[in-house]
């Protein structure tokens, strides 16, 4: 049974290999060795001609889908952010992106949101279409999303973030250089009463925040004023601004906010201006990441400039040495930082 | 052959069917009907119970990918853009997401950088993971992409972008409305010498805008000066520098630039800085778009804020329609804009 003829096929659905079996009047293994490169010598000259005769009639196109089955690869790498409104994960993506293309690969992105059962819904359609390896954005200190993937035999490479799992593959950007970057340069501006915010807990980056800022006050002989370190409870803008209230809300006001992420130090000054203080001549305020655009940002932001392209770039290479290598050795990568001096920082009033 | 108990499975490969199989002394296609609902009635109870008893044991997963290419879904939706590093983009993106996540479906997303040669990669990438439907930020007035996707049968939605092709559904902002409330905003302001950057002629966008610009013009009474338009080489930053060079290269400068994207409007004021012109007392600027964290830009922009979060969700329904009729109609939704007053623009000096 013919369905239909190549002339109507130009808009119309794919044909099956049923349908060239059925035309060629084989069965449907029959069919399918025919069309293999290897398997047809398994089978006469004669049918693997008529066979293949009318799979050219048919323009019929190979499942690529079903050569990705028996090959089991796909060429494909995966890679999950957390939040893609962040325009931080759209430059690690970039760098994926190139590293991933010139070694034959395409990038597929998804966004999980910061929602764990998101991350697992898109885990498990990433292992449904067979990717070769995942880079994730988005682990957690203890990460469930990681360990589905290396049960099912896919290498994984964290980013931006390192784990609690052993031999997982990180690259990251050198927190403690960043965060103590920006104490020297508010030391030196004369503050001596700093206060930071840090990211929540749940993710590598906020321990390592608050670790790097208590250790870099200690080196530049500051005494830590009681709660002048708050946690956020997100990696957002509000977050940021409910931290500022919580900060300037102190019985001593800090001269100076070190904010871990560009993103809390656009809600500092939204609260700066609520309480009538102006930045930098009132507070001085940093922010971290150098985000895209917040050097227009006004006022522009002092921050700290990761290299989040060659982070991206990176991580694909060590992915490239994970799936060649399953059980080689899992390294750490720390790229080093640079601190950017814009205008939210002046010497202390 | 048994080649692994389950104990060794957590780090190990996949457990082929093949394994099952074997381990269960029986073929390969029986291994795989009595794993199958619908298949195992056509054997033996005894077999089927033997070869579920084994796929327990080595904990076999069955493969999704199989899966997939017997019911032909994959329950995934590919969306194209052509610049993630745009924070326009990941708008549209997370509207994608909530309307394919909502409905059953999970979005990947990959990034052209406006280049015909990776936009057919990455096509070739989505087929192969059999996807549902593909989503194009990408297209062009005239687009191989959108042909080749339909002829192998996938349904195909263009956000943003309209094409000459017939027949695939578009969902886009209304262009004319919002180049004409810019317009009529500046000529309230008592501007008559308003000069337009429009985007690059190869997509929609572009002609759209010089269209548009002239009509708003004309509906107010002003004379078009010569030279008014330019048009800009590209989507960045960077040809808004250019095109305003040009633009205050004119024997009579404009007093209110028309920036018809807001990356175009952030390159007229690197250029307005070099020409020693303050924006807004000396000129004024629009952008257009209502680009993230613009609204805090030095000066922030006034410009049009378009609902690329609706856009992207409509996309989605628009391609369920499509997938579940292949042949419907095929429309065009176009959102309705909103002018943003900011402070780039003032009364004509």
């Known amino acids: 049974v013919v369905r239909r003829t190549s002339k109507n096929l130009s808009t119309a659905k794919k044909v099956s290999i049923r349908e060239v079996a059925d035309r060629a009047k084989v069965h ?4 399918s060795r025919a069309l293999d ?23 019929y196109q190979p499942n690529a889908i079903a050569a990705g089955l028996r090959t089991n690869k796909s060429k494909t790498i995966g890679m999950l952010v957390p939040d893609i409104a ?14 991933s293309s010139r070694n034959g690969y395409t990038a597929l992105l998804a966004n999980s949101d910061f929602d764990l059962k998101n991350e697992k819904r ?11 390896g995942l880079i994730l954005a ?18 994984v490479v964290s980013v931006m973030r390192t ?6 593959p990180e690259v990251v950007g050198d927190t403690f250089a960043g965060v ?9 501006l004369g503050h001596r009463n700093i206060a930071a915010i840090a990211g929540p807990q749940f993710t590598s980056a906020g321990p390592a925040q608050v670790k790097a800022f208590r250790e870099a006050v200690k080196i530049v002989g500051i005494q830590l004023r009681p709660h002048a370190i708050v946690v956020a409870d997100d990696f957002s803008i509000e977050a940021g601004q409910r931290s500022a209230r919580v900060l300037l809300s102190n019985s001593v006001r800090p001269t100076a906010i070190v904010a871990c992420n560009d993103l809390f130090a656009l809600g500092c ?51 490239l040495l994970r799936m060649a290598n399953p059980d080689g050795p899992a390294s750490v990568t720390s790229f080093p930082v640079e601190l950017v001096v814009r205008r939210s920082t002046a010497q202390v009033p």
Chains 1, 2 share one sequence.
Do not use: M
């Open 163 to 168: 784990t609690e799992q052993e031999n997982v």
């Open 37 to 59: 490169e290897v398997q047809s010598k398994r089978i006469s000259t004669e049918v693997v001609e008529r066979v293949r005769k009318v799979a050219r009639e048919l323009e």
């Open 138 to 155: 988005t682990a957690r200190l203890k990460d469930t999303v990681i360990e589905t993937a290396r049960q099912r035999g896919i290498p």
């Open 269 to 319: 000054l939204d609260v700066f201006s609520e309480f009538g203080l102006k930045c930098p001549s009132d507070i001085s305020l940093t922010g971290y990441n150098d985000t895209p655009f917040l050097d227009r940002n006004n006022p522009p932001l002092t921050t700290i400039r990761v290299p989040f392209y060659h982070i991206g770039y990176e991580a694909v290479n060590q992915l």
């Open 86 to 99: 962040n325009p931080i994960f759209p430059l690690v993506f970039r760098g994926v992106e190139d590293c």
């Open 180 to 188: 103590k970057l920006l104490v020297d340069h508010l030391h030196a």
């Open 28 to 31: 449907l293994s029959t069919a």
């Open 122 to 132: 898109i885990l498990n359609t990433f292992l449904a279409r067979q990717i070769d």
